[in-house]
């Protein structure tokens, strides 16, 4: 509680510094409070009373999303102090709003009743709404941050009336007593709770972007500024699959089968529309965008298996999964600053001549997302198949294998353009920061793969 | 023996991450094959201190993720060692191949060289199924890089085309690992001394066999999964081929050894007719296309083809003599397409192409190499007195058991093999010359590379005992564990 505190706090004095001329200032006080919010986050592992009137609980999985989103968030801000180094005008309150959407994320991992679990969303979101929006003066930003809103507050609609009519049926907004209530009616659930559970599921089906309510995500992520799609697809990602994975994973196990059967066709459709679509992408962050997509698929297979080591699957996932993606938008945009702007693949070539050790990065990150051995990716991926066949859906398990061949030849594509030597050699220019991060999330995919340290 | 098997891995890895970091272009194919020639020390000092009599050693074992399985456990058998043994000879030559007339950039080639080397030792030592996936996965992506830069014509489709095919193949085996691991009881262990004594219902276990199978079916490749192979092998660079067909190829054979047969045996009990009918129309395909080929590396790449689908079938034969067989028939194997695409790049250097209508006339011009090629094609053809005859008798012997219309089959295919390797000699080094460039003889590299590998062909021609010895107590334990 006292990290969610530190942040609300921050954002308010990130937002106060930009009245100053003080530019230079606003990453290394956003890193000093994202890190004493992942300290305060570690600290309160300790066993607390609920807090709140039982709003909020905190246990090892929130405290373990908590940490690594706010990791996740710091390495976006390092990235950060290059990438707004050309940006005059609202630079603190971007960073404010970044602060202020992982607050949302924050209360997302340890929400008990579903008042919290909305109030997590609309945090989360709202400052994204804008932020998506970033570039004032960019068509495409514009309309991204505009289709964002529109489609973002269609979901919110859905999803108020969601918990409305579970509310209604419960008599609370409880998580235990909803789950109470569900396993109690498992057989014969009501038609309103059956109603708002769906509701509930198209909220948050819209968040996590799974098929079919996956359609802004490739707009946003191509339109919204690079660092904004890094921070959607990573820390977004992994709060709302940390709140997914608390209602359905730990507290609504006893789903109504129809609602069981419902999240499993969208799984299914998500791993193939996903992975089908991006097969033709060559624009970089569209690439992202659908693959993204795919990965939701993987995730909510982890989630329906109900599984009990589920969490630990979510929380591996996700941060392989983020680590990869946070360094590989950065190398992105000093690819894309040497190729004036453009955003097909075609710009990572020659990156392997000019820049080996960048491209060795690059690598050891695609491989990771396509899940290819050693890296952490396939421990990831590897590690959601057993949870499945464990749990008896074999012929999902054996799609989805299927599927995740799809991912590879994708990312190979990104690989293999990256190791084509190009002869005009652009000139990649890669200050410490930038490398710095790249750094961290390239031996991250890679050590987190040989090296679990106890996540698995 | 703990420190001999995990060198056998980090050696060859840890060199070629040098070579690739370091980038000493001058020093790197001395530094490879240095390297490459300390490995087979280190595997025939481990045979040496093998006796074949006992079960499977275990050497080696630390946890990795062992709540999904994966632990990291080396160790070998006598089956597990042929493959280590055979992966251990033929790299010093595959290295060597590129001495003369070394590809751009020697360092990286070297490098992804020994580090695929790397990872077929981890593949062919590793105990543990999960770790096997690893290292299976993670030999593709070094050969990914030589074919991506070093290939010839359309390597950027052809690459991607193997690549996924392959791991297709990859990911539906891990499926059947991970099925095949958790019908065990808790506590779990993918270990293969566990795994292969899982007991899996005979409905299950027929389309679980081909969940498992379909990976290394690719890999061989078996009719008719083989359509990545012939443009592959003609458009990787030389030494890519050798690697592909010499030593990647078997991974497929080991599998099948190591999963398909002890793990759902009812299986193949109930597919193996498909499978022996499949690979044998396979092989003799194969043979015809080879027959019909103007391309002297594609008839090679055929012609692989060809003696993979024998061994594949007599595998399936699933008794004493088919398993034995095709076990050794992979090391022959190995050594005759090394060999011979050392003299197809041997041709290609000299004349500039690979195509036989360029050819003609060259003994009279080359008379050394010649009669070097007469030498690889007699073990190739499998006369007496080479391995090749030793293996195929073998096989032969496996076939007949299961029907003897098979063994016809079979023996179809190797008067066929006759028929294209000397059509081929034929056109190549017999008949009129075409032009009349002045030409190099075989040189002392050449000599170098091919003699000792044709005198492990005839020495294990005359002399196959050792080898015999090596797979005989696993290969009978296997067939316990499958009836």
Redesign the interface.
Known sequence: MSAIILLSILGVVLLYMGLGNNKRLLAPVGILGLAGAGALSFLDRRPLPAWGHGAMAFDDLSMAFCVAMAGITLLLFVFGSDYYSRTQENVAEHYALLVFSLTGAFLLTSYQNLLMLFLGIEVLSIPLYILAGGKKRSYRSSEAGFKYFLLGSFATAFFLMGIALVYGMAGSFDLKVIGDYAAANAEHPAALFLVGMFFIAVGLGFKVAAVPFHFWSPDVYEGAPTIITAFMSTVVKMGSFAAVYRLIGVHITALPPAVERTLWAITILTLLIGNLVALRQSHFKRLMAYSSIAHTGFLLMAVLSGDALAGRALFYYTLTYALATVGLFVVFTVAKRAANGDEHIRIFRGMFKSKPWLAAATLIMLLSLAGIPPTAGFLAKYQVFVLAVQNGYVWSTLFAAVMAVLGIYYYLKVIRETFTTNEEGAVLQLNATNTAVIAVCGVGALLLGLWPMGLI | MMLLTLALVLLPMLAGIALLVARPHAQAKSIALLTSVIGLGLAVALYAGYDATNGPVIAFQHD??P????RMVFGFDGISLLMVLLTAIVFPFIIGAGWKKPLSEPALVNGLILLTQSALFGVFLAQNA?LF???Y??S??PV??LL??WGGEGR?AI??KF??YT??GG??L??GL??S??QLPAPRSADFAALQNVVIAPDVQRWLFW?LFLGFAIKMPMFPLHSWQPDTYTMAPIQGTMILGGVMLKMGIYGVVRFVLPIVPAGVAHWRDVVIVLSLIGCLYAAWIAFRQNDLKRLVAWSSLSHVGLMCAALFAANTAGITGALYQTLAHAILVVALLYLVGGLQERLGTTQLAAMGGLKARMPRLAALFLLVMIGSVALPLTQGCVGEWLMFNGLFEVSPWWTFLGVISIILGAVYMLFAYQRSMLGEAHKNTDLVDADGIDHWILVPLIAVTFILGVYPQPVLDLLHAPVEQLLTLIN
């Open positions: 990795w993720a709540a999904i399985g994966l999960f996936y690893v290292f996965e993670l593709l992506v990914f890089f991506l830069r950027r690459t991607m690549f996924i791991v297709l990911l539906t891990l499926f991970v099925y691991y958790l969940v």
